[in-house]
């Protein structure tokens, strides 16, 4: 869906201006999403496979669940949001612990540029994945896998992405952190 997105500057500042989530990533335009990965008190993690009709990695087994932020929208809304559109789940804001703000940089093959500055958070998943409800355009198929599998992710094909694999330890640390 092309949404009405904030253009940031490269460092996250505000410019004051908006356009289309299509127009900023044909231009390069910096702007802000969020990820939300899902964790169970026994260790594993909700990955997502993305749809096949998505413009960026299709198929790709991923991240719980990711998004923009509309233009306007508070951070913290937008990961509700987002969580509730893609898996139909409802959190509140303390079941949302942000992790940090990572700047990716990425041009894709089809001329896309991906400039963001992606907030990231974890949050324990508390009901079955059975119970969870997919979004079609999104998503093809929810799955928990054991939380070693973003340390691991070097030597899988179609289950996250290698080059970001510093980006997967960290959010491994976290979450180990988190449930110590």
Same mark, same amino acid.
């Given at each position: 869906?092309?949404?009405?997105?904030?253009?940031?500057?490269?460092?996250?500042?505000?410019?004051?201006?908006?356009?289309?989530?299509?127009?900023?990533?044909?231009?390069?335009?910096?702007?802000?999403?969020?990820?939300?990965?899902?964790?169970?008190?026994?260790?594993?993690?909700?990955?997502?496979?993305?749809?096949?009709?998505?413009? #960026? @990695?299709?198929?790709?087994?991923?991240? %719980? $669940?990711?998004?923009?932020?509309?233009?306007? =929208? !508070?951070?913290?809304?937008?990961?509700?949001?987002?969580?509730?559109?893609?898996?139909?789940?409802?959190?509140?804001?303390?079941?949302?612990?942000?992790?940090?703000?990572?700047?990716?940089?990425?041009?894709?093959?089809?001329?896309?540029?991906?400039?963001?500055?992606?907030? #990231? @958070?974890?949050?324990?998943?508390?009901? %079955? $994945?059975?119970?969870?409800?997919?979004?079609? =355009? !999104?998503?093809?198929?929810?799955?928990?896998?054991?939380?070693?599998?973003?340390?691991?992710?070097?030597?899988?094909?179609?289950?996250?992405?290698p080059r970001f694999h510093e980006y997967y330890v960290s959010v491994y640390d976290k979450i180990i952190s988190h449930l110590k």
């Open positions: 869906m092309d949404e009405l997105i904030d253009i940031l500057t490269p460092e996250g500042k505000p410019t004051q201006k908006t356009a289309l989530k299509s127009e900023a990533h044909k231009n390069g335009w910096f702007h802000a999403t969020v990820h939300i990965w899902l964790f169970t008190s026994d260790k594993k993690i909700l990955l997502q496979k993305r749809a096949l009709t998505k413009k #960026v @990695f299709p198929g790709i087994w991923d991240i %719980s $669940v990711a998004g923009h932020i509309a233009a306007g =929208e !508070e951070i913290l809304e937008a990961a509700k949001r987002e969580i509730f559109e893609e898996i139909g789940l409802q959190l509140n804001d303390k079941d949302l612990i942000k992790i940090g703000t990572r700047i990716h940089q990425v041009t894709h093959e089809n001329g896309i540029q991906d400039n963001e500055h992606h907030h #990231v @958070f974890i949050a324990e998943l508390k009901v %079955s $994945v059975s119970a969870l409800t997919m979004q079609e =355009e !999104e998503v093809a198929g929810l799955e928990l896998w054991n939380l070693k599998i973003l340390k691991e992710t070097k030597n899988l094909e179609n289950v996250l992405l």
